[in-house]
Each structure stands twice: as C-alpha cells, then as structure tokens.
C-alpha cells in the first residue's frame, strides 16, 4: 500500500468515527489527491482551526479558487461549521478531510469529476 493510500484509509477513517460521516471513497481520493504534496508534510496537512490567516487561507486558496464560490461571510460559517463537526477538541484537523467535508457542504463534487 502506497503512503497516499494508507492516507486515505486514515482520512476516511476520521471522517467515519469523528464526523458520522461515511465518505465516498472516490471523492475522498480526488480530494486528497487535489491537496498535492500538503499531504505529506506534518505542518501542511492539518488545518490551525484556531488560526484566523489558516481559515482565510482555506476560504481564499479552497473555497474560492479550488470551488468557484463567491467571496462572501458565508463561508467562514461553513469552515467553522465544518470544524465543529470535526470536534473542536481534536488537535489533528486533517486538510484533506475538512476539504473533503466543506466540498460535500456547498455540493461541490462536479469539480473533482
């Protein structure tokens, strides 16, 4: 098994027993593999929930360029939503996994066809 695979087994992981969620595999891989080597970096692959410029970082480079949403206030809501969901508690926010949550939240998965 690749380390991008054993990733991803761990991704879908999180998403099954911290978010209630049962990923599509196929959209989580897609996701995952948007993320490029972030992945493999210890500091890149998780998201500072408690950091504003991590937060402007992800509505700016992934909400906006990745998934074409309009720049609007909506859109911390749902990074904090998705956190949230993620459990505040968790120190390791994996980027792939609330990038995989908040593409799933504005149905945004035609971008990953």
Avoid: W
Avoid at 32 to 51: E, H, L, R, W
Avoid at 92 to 111: D, G, I, N
């Amino acid at each position: 098994m690749s380390k991008r695979e054993e990733l991803i087994k761990k991704y879908a992981a999180d998403l099954k027993d911290k978010c209630g969620v049962t990923p599509n595999m196929d959209l989580l891989t897609k996701v995952t593999i948007g993320c490029g080597p972030a992945i493999y970096n210890d500091d890149a692959s998780v998201v500072a929930g408690t950091q504003e410029s991590e937060l402007e970082t992800v509505k700016k480079n992934f909400l906006v360029k990745k998934l074409g949403l309009p720049d609007s206030p909506e859109l911390f809501g749902a990074i904090h939503a998705v956190l949230e969901k993620y459990g505040k508690s968790n120190k390791h926010k994996y980027r792939a996994v609330v990038y995989y949550l908040l593409t799933v939240h504005f149905k945004k998965e035609s971008v990953y066809k």
